[in-house]
């Protein structure tokens, strides 16, 4: 019998002994400074460490005193639990929904364990629209530098606001808040042997949340730095596992979606302000040398898939020199609505559908990087509105090929 | 005189009866045949208006059909394919029952061991069928791997891959048809030997300094690279 909870803040981890740490003494500190007179339970839901995670989070301390928190009427429980099913985030995830809701928590909030500038004004910002505003869902919203994000920025945010009319602008982030009812809807639904149970869960998540008209909200975080990593070493697999999940949700909210036109702004909470971020390389020369090579490699796919029209402008682009490179909004829109279709219809199997979508992601990636290079993170923020604005208008290509 | 030119006349007389004899039999025989291909473009005919009618080619994406046929690299529409399917089946089973007509010890024989035949016949198909899917779908999962990893050989990668795959499941049917399998498998492992040893070979000469840089990436263990640091997600 577990005890009941106010508050579950759940961190999923996999290998993080040298972050997660921190993560645990931020959201310590944001519990007890922040809601001092509400009973809450840190869940780690580990996918099986080799490095000792598990240790660090029961040894981690925090001297409160030092931080001018006053302690709270009850120390928050940690709970590090193993999570079953399918080996990933997702997984991780369900066991805190679950711990959440044998809780009976009325706010819960999940956050990543890589984190490196989590702070414990951040766990205010995901539970207080929650407990204080009546929110079933915060997004996080951050200060990220323009060229970090690529797949939120080109597919994840148009596709999302343009389907369901929601502008949240991460709808991927990585960490979330949401009430105790969120938590026992996702529970319910029988999803945990797709992508939703690996790096399909953020998408998942928010699109639920929004298709089923719950009030979702945005909070203001900051910066968001995190452990670096590789991220090209695991492109093809992340891609694969949120856009299948992208897709596969439009094919369940198909009803929905094609009543929306246009979008419009979610409450977002938070004091907004600039933050210095680190400078991102972008190897823009290897991306358009893929995308050439796969001219002629992927040409009976793409032909395939979207179109002889379409594909005959995606060649023409090919013997465009790297400086004068451009991606057509109008284009880019095109393929991934042409992708979608594809993916609905069953064309291809989807790893392979998806994987082959990768070379146009990459000079999409590229042509963005050059177009905002000279420009400041507003510039870059507008260029995507732009895109978001071509996804809402070409809509009806969408709609008129679902079928 | 006489019975000279009753020499040369005799058996040019028995040939004519036996042709008179015979002539209804292979005219019986090209009557099926014809009759047999025209109804067989009939049927293929009605057939493909009835798939088009039915929206068949739908119903295949739908039911994951199509899907099947394009992880074998196979991008007909599946109606076409039935249809031809259709047509050279009734072109086949109409030339055996013409052959039949005319009546022969020999052909008779032939075409009731072509009957007897058809399951290892079907079986080969069937190896050959699967054979053509797996080794399409292998041999796209490797070019799309191999493209996406920025590898100017991508290609030539894939269709070795599908030669590779073509020889086994060809070696396979090929035994299913009891056509002298030891040769076959003798042959198979030749080619297919040779096939490995001449891929290696011309990856060693060719791509020595590719793969001392692999090794040395390898040896170095460090995650870095020149793909740049963007975070996708």
Known sequence: ?403 | MEGFLNLILEPINEVYLKFKGFSPNLLAMLTIIIIGICAAWLVKTVFLKLFKAIKFDSWCDRMGITALMRKGDMWAKPSDVSVAVIFWLLVTVSMMVGFSALDIQAINNLVNQFFLYLPNAFSAVLILFIGYMVSGFLSRAALIAAVNSGLSYAKLLANAIRLLLTVLFFAMALEQLNVAPNIVVSAFTIIFGGIVIALAISFGVAGIETARKMIEGKKAGSGKNDKGDVEHI
């Open chain 1, 1 to 403: 019998m577990v005890e009941p909870a106010n508050i579950v803040v759940g961190i999923p981890s996999y290998n993080n002994a040298k972050t997660i740490g921190h993560v645990v003494k931020a959201v310590d500190a944001g519990l007890a400074k922040y809601f001092p007179d509400k009973k809450a339970v840190i869940v780690n839901s580990d996918g099986g460490s080799k490095d000792r995670t598990p240790e660090v989070i029961k040894n981690t301390t925090i001297d409160h005193n030092a931080l001018l928190i006053q302690h709270p009427l009850s120390m928050a429980h940690r709970i590090t639990t193993p999570y079953h099913g399918v080996p990933g985030k997702g997984s991780a995830i369900r066991t805190i929904f679950q711990m959440a809701v044998d809780m009976g928590a009325s706010a819960c909030a999940i956050v990543d364990s890589d984190l490196r500038s989590i702070t414990p004004e951040w766990i205010e910002l995901l539970l207080s629209p929650v407990l204080k505003e009546g929110k079933d869902f915060v997004a996080p919203l951050y200060n990220r530098h323009k060229f970090d994000g690529t797949i939120t920025n080109s597919i994840v945010y148009p596709v999302t606001r343009a389907f369901y009319g929601k502008r949240i602008r991460q709808p991927i982030g990585g960490e979330f808040g949401f009430s105790g009812n969120m938590a026992e809807f996702y529970l319910k639904q029988d999803v945990w042997g797709t992508d939703v149970a690996r790096f399909g869960i953020d998408i998942w998540m928010t699109t639920e949340a929004i298709a089923n008209d719950f009030r979702v909200c945005q909070a203001f975080l900051g910066a968001k730095i995190h452990d670096p990593k590789d991220p090209s070493s695991d492109l093809s697999e992340m891609l694969v596992q949120v856009i299948s999940s992208l897709f596969d949700l439009t094919e369940k909210h198909s009803g929905k979606w094609k009543e929306v036109k246009g979008s419009i702004d979610v409450p977002t909470f938070g004091f907004r302000y600039h933050v210095g971020l680190e400078h991102v390389k972008v190897n823009v020369g290897r991306m358009l040398g893929i995308f050439r090579d796969s001219l002629d490699n992927l040409d009976k796919i793409w032909l395939e898939v979207i179109g002889a029209g379409d594909f005959g402008e995606v060649k023409t682009l090919g013997a465009v020199s790297d400086e004068e490179f451009r991606f057509p909004l109008k284009l880019w829109t095109k393929i991934i609505y042409d992708y979608a279709i594809a993916y609905h219809k069953k064309k291809l199997p989807p790893q392979h559908l998806i994987k082959s979508l990768i070379p146009l992601y990459l000079a999409k990636t590229a042509s963005f990087v050059m177009e905002v290079a000279d420009m400041e993170q507003e510039g870059a923020e507008a260029e995507i509105e732009k895109l978001c604005l071509e996804f809402e208008a070409n809509k009806e290509h969408l709609i008129s090929n679902w079928k």
